[in-house]
């Protein structure tokens, strides 16, 4: 491959598999990306370990540390700075990014959100599609904005919900399209560079 490989920093706040999806994708050596550093606000996150056993640089921002989101994110935004990525991306982390962060990354950061946005911005994806009635539900990967789930979309992946799906079965199914959509919609963006 004669282009370098795009930089990737990644932040989550828990688990992190949308994370390893990423990490497997990238262990390809056709593929456009490599995962330089994770951050995650929460010391738990298992996430994190992931990433330090894979050789991944590291490093947790815990919110009660900081006296204000801005002391926080521009901590963030300092460690950010000395890894400088190419582009950002969230893997289920939970905190909404104010409009100075995103500007420091305009376009560069993605989210991957558990509903088929615009339904089902925050949180309790699965149940609400369920208690809403809807027959098909999935996940959005988008561009990050100021807002809560509100940038532009990049690409969805639908599923269909059945008869006596519960949220955590709807949250399974939905779970194995995530891994897939994300890695495949940050190739596709580095590659229409």
Aim: glycine share 6%; hydrophobic share 45%; net charge negative.
């Amino acid at each position: 491959m004669g282009q370098p490989k795009k930089r990737i920093a990644v932040l989550l706040s828990g688990r992190g598999s949308n994370f390893e999806a990423l990490l497997k994708a990238c262990a390809d050596e056709d593929y456009p990306a490599e995962i330089v550093a994770v951050a995650s606000d929460k010391p738990e996150a298992f996430g994190l370990k992931t990433a330090a056993d894979a050789g991944i640089a590291t490093a947790c921002f815990k919110r009660a540390d900081y006296a204000s989101k801005a002391e926080h994110e521009a901590a963030l935004l300092n460690f950010l700075a000395s890894i400088e990525p190419d582009y950002v991306c969230l893997a289920g982390y939970m905190r909404l990014l104010s409009a100075h962060f995103v500007g420091s990354f305009e376009n560069r950061i993605l989210n991957i959100h558990p509903s088929l946005l615009p339904k089902f911005p925050g949180l309790d994806t699965h149940q609400r599609a369920i208690y809403a009635g809807e027959s098909e539900h999935g996940c959005t990967v988008h561009l990050v904005d100021a807002g809560m789930d509100t940038g532009p979309i990049l690409a969805q992946a639908k599923v269909p919900v059945l008869p006596n799906d519960t949220a955590d079965d709807l949250a399974a199914r939905i779970l194995v399209e995530e891994h897939k959509l994300y890695a495949a919609t940050l190739k596709n963006l580095i590659e229409a560079e």
